[in-house]
């Protein structure tokens, strides 16, 4: 007989290296704690954004009701590009990172016009210390003069030439009004999202001044002031 093979009297082989082990099941505890972890930072850098509008749009108090009304959906700053009174380029887009109160009239600047301009700029100053976190925009929709007896108080404002057909697909009027009629207030995130009743008066216009309060103290922990 042929003596044994060493080895025969060997256990069997398995491949346990085949198998998972204690460490790797580790490492993949490890990793999926840290996709977790990574997904609460990003939750917790979004939670003032979601709770800022959550509270604006969605949970009303009763009794409490908003002057503007709210844009549904809202429509994004447009690929428009504009000019500025020295006739600079500027592309609407740059506006965003700001509350914006808009108003959309010819050069020449009619009474009602004057009055949304008066309005803007009030609304503005009342802001107080908040006043940097909104622009006040003018929206000329032709190529006339603006007077020189008017151009001292737009030294704070926006002013961009941009055609009035371009306008319409973005901004839109109530049934019945034109683009000049309304002032168009514009979110941070560049979002047109409120549309303020047209022919503005001073009693009016204390209501304007309560929806931008509440707009700015709602998103306070996310939007800061300037670009």
């Known amino acids: ?6 080895n025969d009297d060997q256990p069997l082989g398995l491949t346990v290296h085949t198998l998972p ?3 790797d099941l580790a490492g993949g ?3 999926r704690a840290g996709r977790w972890k990574m997904l609460a930072v990003l939750l917790v850098c979004m939670a003032p954004v979601l709770a800022s509008y959550f509270t604006f749009y969605v949970v009303r108090p009763e009794g409490r009701r908003n002057f503007g009304e709210l844009i549904t959906p809202q ?10 009174l020295d006739g600079k380029p500027v592309d609407l887009r740059d506006l965003k990172d700001q509350w914006l109160l ?8 009619d009474e009602q016009c004057a009055r949304h301009l008066y309005f803007q700029r009030q609304l503005r100053e009342g802001l107080g210390k908040e006043k940097e976190r909104l622009d006040w925009v003018w929206l000329v929709t032709d190529n006339a003069p603006v007077a020189e007896a008017l151009r001292p108080a737009l030294k704070d404002a926006t002013v961009i030439r941009v055609s009035a057909a371009d306008l319409t697909s973005w901004l839109e009027p109530q049934a019945g009004q034109g683009l000049p009629d309304h002032l168009y207030l514009v ?4 979002k047109w999202m409120m549309r303020f009743p047209p022919h503005l008066d001073a009693q009016s ?10 707009l700015l103290r709602a998103s306070v922990h996310w939007d800061k002031a300037g670009r």
Do not use: E, N, W, Y
């Not at 007989?1 to 060493?6: D, F, K, L, T, Y």
């Not at 979110?187 to 560049?190: N, V, Y």
């Not at 216009?205 to 509440?214: C, G, H, N, S």
């Open 75 to 84: 429509r994004a700053l447009p690929d428009l590009r504009g000019t500025s």
């Open 187 to 190: 979110d941070p995130l560049g």
């Open 29 to 31: 505890d490890r990793t």
């Open 102 to 109: 808009i108003s959309v009239a010819s050069a020449t600047c």
């Open 205 to 214: 216009a204390v209501k304007v001044r309560r929806d931008l309060d509440r």
């Open 1 to 6: 007989m042929s003596s044994a093979s060493p």
């Open 21 to 23: 082990q204690p460490q």
